[in-house]
């Protein structure tokens, strides 16, 4: 009896021990994401702009050249939480991956951008700080003026709202930073900074949420960063698409046999502007680099800080954006340049165009310039094939799943506040991050205000666009295996191919009641593939 009592102790002992290595090894998490930042704007994906921290992960890590979006900052941000589709219902339906965490003892801290409701420490966030909103003037995010400044420029909303703020669980309309040297970006990394240094010695790991509002507009930099970019883009957007097509090429990141799309039809050539138009908007974009190098040098900040504490190379670090770059123009006065706090400008169609080189469109399209976005992984202690370029498809709604896999987690069955919890669409990408080959998605898919909507099936990507140049609703088949940047319409040699895409995608939208939770009317959810 005592033998047999002394081999259960040992057992369950050994058992015990051997589920607290387990958890011991669980890497920290720190999820990055820029906002509106184009597909080559960083230097490890063929940019000229600085960004040597970024560049520093992808060296240590791999990069994905083929990982996908929802082509707008909320729904992209929906599905980086909760590993589903965005039409679900956003948080409605589905539990964010800080909720998962939260139940294996991780402690969690987000800043930024949420651009999600409710707040995020009623969706399992213990520490927050950031911009509850979709943007914000980046020196003061409120309407009142500081003393001394000019009014802060600000794009007004449906009856003149602020944006609204929060700081820990308390939101703010009209957030105004007592600190005239605010800027979002830098307060952002000062939170992270300031929240790993507090947790330092916690046994725990950390989850930290590192959401940045850059490089979205309205365009704001310190005068300092933009000086770096004064004369870089002089040259004009022809010039810089063709240098950064050519260093794509030489990275890896495309092929020899991948063309440069054309010039976008509603973007002019840079030699027809007048002297003036052309500085006007070599500004423009020397500001939107200037906002990226911050960035960049707020996560070296942060990097720094892990380095310092002991934990960098336990600690799975993801940098993406949250769709490609934007086109719109959102100009409050085109007398004020860019850059301080009484201005409010947009990048517009020209550089937007410029910063998805090699792709087409941008952003709130369902092509490859709105739904494709680079992705770097780095983890040191299990990232093995350094500096690889992955050609592997991946998609937002796979972070979560991989995040889950990392620390042991799994799916719960029911979260507070969500009635009805879904299953997650996404699938694990450690598969990838070990360097193993990961089971691809079926089907990948796209909608995007009934006005772009798309299907990828292995190599073929069927899009249905409502706003094509001719202004009639067309279908284009792509085969992204030898033409990625969507150039030659197949759909006519395939016909079959695309419509069981069309029915795949029919299907896709109408499990879990999606139209109930989109934009989209009824009655124009469907693809139309000519039968002829």
Known sequence: MRYLSLVLFITLFTNSYAEHQVKAKRPNILVIVADDMGYSDVGCFGGEIATPNIDQLAKEGIKLKNFYNNAKCGPS?????????????????????????????????????????????DRGWDRYYGLTDGCCNFWNPGIEAREGEPAPGRKKQKGDKPRMWAIEDKEIAGYVPENKDFYTTDAFTDYAVDRLEEYQEETKPFCLYLAYTAPHYPLHAWASDIKKYKDTYKVGWDVIREKRYQRMKKMGIITNNTLLSKRDEKVSSWSSLTTKEKQEKAHLMAVYAAMVDRMDQGIGRVIAKLKEIGKYDNTLILFMSDNGACAETVDLDVSVPAGGVASYRSLGQEWANASNTPYKKFKATSYEGGVKTPLIACWPNAIKHQEEV???????????????????????TTVAGVKKLLPMDGKSMLPILRGENKQPHEYLFWEYG?????????????????????????????????????????????PKEAKKMAAAWNMWWKQDNIPTNSTSKKGNLNFIINEE
């Open 450 to 494: 009934a006005t772009y909507k798309a299907v990828l099936y292995h190599n073929l990507k069927l899009v249905e666009d409502k706003k094509s140049i001719k202004g009639e609703t067309q279908q284009f088949l792509y085969k992204l295996d030898e033409d990625d940047n969507e150039l030659k319409n197949v759909i006519d040699q395939y």
């Open 390 to 412: 992955i050609t592997k498809r991946a998609h937002v709604i796979d972070i979560l799943p991989t995040l889950m896999e990392v620390a042991g987690a799994s799916y719960p």
């Open 77 to 121: 941000r929906a599905s980086l939480l909760t590993g589903q589709y965005p039409h679900k219902g956003k948080l409605r339906t589905g539990v964010t991956f800080a909720e998962v965490l939260k139940t294996e003892g991780y402690r969690t801290i987000m800043t930024g951008k949420w651009h999600q409701s409710p707040k995020p420490t």
